[in-house]
């Protein structure tokens, strides 16, 4: 069975190849297995992954010496998937996450004010979706983990300012400082396409903040129609468009969410099981748990079936929301 390894796996696959560190290495081997598609053409490619994991945090324990920091860019995924703000300085990124998340980043009026990432925990309907403020990108000196930690993200999302004398240049130069670091966004919709040794390419989103300063709504469709990426506008001030942000992230991360229910009870609807859109029924049960695909008999599904209840092939393409029973030898 081929692997059909996604793309982020591949680009995490090239950061381990060219990693200088062993917690570099480390690091991408630790993504690479977290990105791991679940069936049973990867067994040997997840047995291979664990065991390099092992030997290097052995080797690592031998070391003598003083233990390294870890460094601002490795920061442990949680939720749906890790989405980073970036943006210019003053582009709103810290007054948007402390308005939809759970953390309390320094807010200011002045450029500059976030010095390191900033983590927080936003809600979309029944999950959680991780958000990472970082200090700004410019032309002056950004730190290294600044751009990794964008290499890294599920998700990045691209803050413009909406106050700005010309919006569209403030995007235009985001992109072109992310491009100087061999960083491509492309649309979450969009064909992946690799890019030569040394590129990124990373899932992204335009999100114009302060849209009540905006001096005219054409700004948004220039910005959407050039950069070819989902484009939505937002303000602190508007809490109906602030309250659309974390579906629109959600729908960026190309994910899926599915339940459960045991023949003759009621679906358990309280945790949902999250996974990559376009994954199959089998996926889904392997995503569960492994050894049950072994004596797995037959699936019946309610929600994207043709009827509640169906029974349903292994190759199913599983849709959001949707609930599946599993019935075992």
Do not use: C
Not at 150 to 175: C, E, F, M, S, W
Not at 201 to 216: A, C, M
Not at 235 to 256: A, H, Q, T
Request: charged fraction near 30%.
């Amino acid at each position: 069975m081929p692997a059909n390894l996604p793309p982020e796996y591949i680009e995490a696959e090239d950061r381990y190849r060219n990693a200088n560190s062993k917690d570099e290495k480390l690091d991408a081997l630790q993504e690479m297995l977290s990105l791991l598609p679940n069936h049973k053409g990867t067994d040997k490619i997840e047995a291979d992954l664990r065991k390099r994991i092992s030997d290097l945090k052995k080797s690592s324990q031998k070391k003598k010496g003083p233990t390294r920091a870890k460094t601002p860019d490795q920061i442990e995924p949680q939720g749906a998937g890790q989405v980073v703000l970036a943006g210019l300085p003053n582009s709103g990124k810290s007054a948007l996450l402390d308005m939809i998340s759970n953390a309390t980043p320094k807010v200011a009026d002045f450029p500059f004010s976030t010095q390191g990432p900033t983590i927080g925990m936003v809600k979309h309907e029944d999950v959680q979706i991780q958000l990472i403020d970082t200090p700004p990108i410019s032309e002056e000196y950004v730190e290294t983990w600044v751009y990794n930690l964008i290499r890294k993200a599920h998700l990045v999302l691209l803050l413009v300012d909406g106050a700005a004398d010309d919006p569209v240049a403030n995007y235009d130069q985001t992109v072109s400082l992310l491009n100087e670091e061999g960083i491509h966004i492309f649309s979450p919709q969009a064909d992946f396409q690799r890019d030569a040794i040394g590129k990124t390419n990373r899932k992204g989103q335009v999100v114009i903040t302060k849209s009540d300063e905006l001096s005219s709504p054409e700004v948004t469709e220039e910005i959407e129609e050039s950069s070819g990426l989902p484009t939505m506008t937002i303000s602190i001030l508007d809490e109906e468009k602030l309250s659309r942000l974390s579906g629109f992230v959600f729908e960026g991360l190309n994910k899926i969410r599915i339940y459960t229910k045991k023949p003759g009870k009621e679906p358990d609807l309280q945790e949902p099981y999250i996974l990559d859109k376009g994954s199959t029924v089998l996926e889904g049960v392997r995503s569960i748990h492994r050894d049950m695909v072994e004596s797995l008999d037959y699936i019946r599904i309610w929600g994207s079936g043709r009827y509640d209840g169906q029974e349903v092939a292994q190759d199913h393409v599983l849709k959001d929301g949707d609930v599946i029973e599993i019935h075992q030898k």
